[in-house]
């Protein structure tokens, strides 16, 4: 009787065990590559955020760089422009004056 009681109980105890569907498992195999997958996602997604801001900040870096030299030479061009002027008029008064 014992024995009998012995047995039942190692039996109930072990029962999960030896009688858990493999396809349970498989299906914890599942989610678990599942959760990896939606992991991975999340990084690439946030890499690819990462990358797509640094190449905005690397574009308003062009179009500022690219806006200061269009604005010196402007300035080099008036400077030119001025000078041309100076000279012109120092010119006409030279040949004007008596």
């Known amino acids: 009787m014992t024995k009998l009681l012995l047995f ?16 349970q498992r498989d299906s914890l195999s599942d989610a678990r590559e599942r959760n990896q ?3 991975d996602i999340s990084s690439d997604r946030a890499t690819v955020t ?3 801001q640094a ?6 870096r062009d179009d500022d760089f690219d806006d200061r030299l269009r ?3 402007q300035l080099e ?3 030119r422009q001025l000078e041309d002027s ?3 008029l120092r ?3 030279r040949d004007t004056s008596p």
Do not use: C, K, N
Request: aromatic share 4%.
């Open 8 to 23: 039942m109980a190692i039996t109930a105890i072990t029962w999960p065990v030896f009688a858990s569907d493999p396809g």
């Open 37 to 39: 997958l939606q992991r």
């Open 50 to 52: 990462e990358r797509r």
């Open 55 to 60: 190449l905005e900040r690397s574009q308003r």
């Open 71 to 73: 604005h010196e030479r």
């Open 77 to 79: 061009r008036s400077q």
């Open 86 to 88: 100076q000279r012109s």
């Open 91 to 93: 010119e006409r008064r």
